[in-house]
């Protein structure tokens, strides 16, 4: 009898202590939700390697066409110069040139390090990643997290992370998304996704192949089913934005039977060369040298060379110290390798029929853009007249996102201004942040003042401590000394005054 009354009261305890955890875990499921609803949410896809007018050239692409009609859309993008892959991603989520943030190439070399870039080997450094991404800045805010599928950078560290592999398939990326936009715990209010086609088969076959025309297809497939998730969650078909970009174009590869090798026009002992096989940096060991490796470099068909200083303004492409001594630029359908005797990578280029890292302004560079969301028109295509560049995503997003304290970029907010229902957002973001900016003006000068103030007092102390410290030593030194200099002395005729008129006392 006494054990089953045991048996019951420790059972109405352990019940008691669960129903208790339960009810701490639903007030903490609901906070959580109150804090997340109260911030703006937004998904950014990335299609690497998609070019413009794919959806022309492959289409009819249905889900691109249902993602275009709920929201806005450019006919074309222009990223920046080189467009490649990891330099075009970092300036997604900088909103900075590349001569900026200096992630100048897919394969690039800093002279300060003595240390070359290859995102196969040693894209960990974080030197590489100076600068604070959207992702990141988002995290600064109370009870706002991001969520990053696949980026290509690394490290990434942020509150849901997944790093890049081609084993995982696009669905199962878009589940584990959606899963931690929905997280009952810790919901994240922002989240990026890459995925690493078209740009594969655009290189092994093309940009005009049939097997281009089915990849195409297949990621519009992908993008259906991202949408159907987002419109069979009320909380997600209501309030996310969706952002879906590439990074650039694709262009068709000519003479791959007869290819080019930059050893063939440089002396590989005064000159090293980094980068793809459209755009190389070449870096002269000796200044006098320069001359003559343009003049050398002049020769190769089909490209030209530029001194740095002389590189075009429009490239955005100049002012850092991993671009070479000389830039040489290959016309768009043309490659420059290095042949493997010299130390680099072999590869067969019977596989290459497609490449990408030319002129950011040729047709054929330029990427897609699509967006939908509770902040932006409907069925709206902003047209040819009005250009859109991958630099003003990241302003946009910080509009997006109501993120006040986000950093300069190179990007502008009137490109994107005819996307939105309200375009007086942008004067009210703008006059926030130029607030913001007074504000720091404000603290900087205070902080440099009180610097000054400080500076100046502790000059004082040490100056004044020097001087006791002196009198204390002349004190040691000659006590006598430093009394009679302290003592009152009467001069010569102070004393003779006196002595007169003692005198005359005593007559």
Known sequence: MIDNLNEIYFSK????????????????????????????????VSFDGFRHDYPKLHGPLKNFRRLEERGVHAEKMIPTFTTATFPNHYTIITGLYEEIHGLIGNQMFDRKMNVTFEPSENMTDSNWWPYPSIWSINERRKGARSGVVGWPQNPIYLSKYQPFSRKNLFRNMIDQMINWFNDPIEPINFGAMYFFEPD??????????????????????????????IDINENLRQNL??????????????????PMYIEDYIDSTKVKSYG??????????????IDIVLKNLSKIPHSQSYKRKDIPERYHYKNHERIGDILLVLDVGYEIHH???YGKKKYDLNLIHGNHGYDNQHDSMKSIFYAS????????????????????????MCL????????????????????LIDPNRINDFNRRMQKRTRVLIIYLIATISFGLILI??????????RNILARKNNLRSNPTKYTRHTEYEFSNINNQKLTSTIENQQV
């Open 13 to 44: 305890k352990l019940f008691g202590s669960e129903m208790w955890c339960v009810i701490g875990i639903l007030i903490l499921y609901h906070i959580s939700l109150i804090i997340a609803h109260s911030l703006p949410l937004l998904l950014l």
């Open 241 to 258: 934005h969706l952002i879906v970009i590439s990074d650039h174009g694709m262009e068709q590869i000519n003479g791959t039977n007869n």
């Open 339 to 341: 042949r493997p005797s």
């Open 400 to 419: 997006i996102l109501n993120i006040d304290q986000c950093p300069p970029s190179n990007g502008s907010l009137e490109n994107i201004k005819p996307f």
């Open 456 to 465: 100046m007092a502790i000059i004082w102390l040490i100056h004044s401590s």
């Open 276 to 289: 793809a096989a459209p755009v190389m940096n070449i870096f002269v060991q000796s200044e006098n040298d």
């Open 200 to 229: 594969l088969t655009g290189h092994r076959t093309g940009p005009y192949s049939i097997n281009m025309t089915n990849i195409v297809r297949e990621c519009d497939e992908h993008l259906g089913y991202l949408l159907d998730k």
């Open 373 to 396: 969301g509770p902040q932006l028109k409907r069925n709206f295509t902003l047209d040819n007249s009005s250009s859109l560049y991958n630099i003003d995503l990241f302003g946009f």
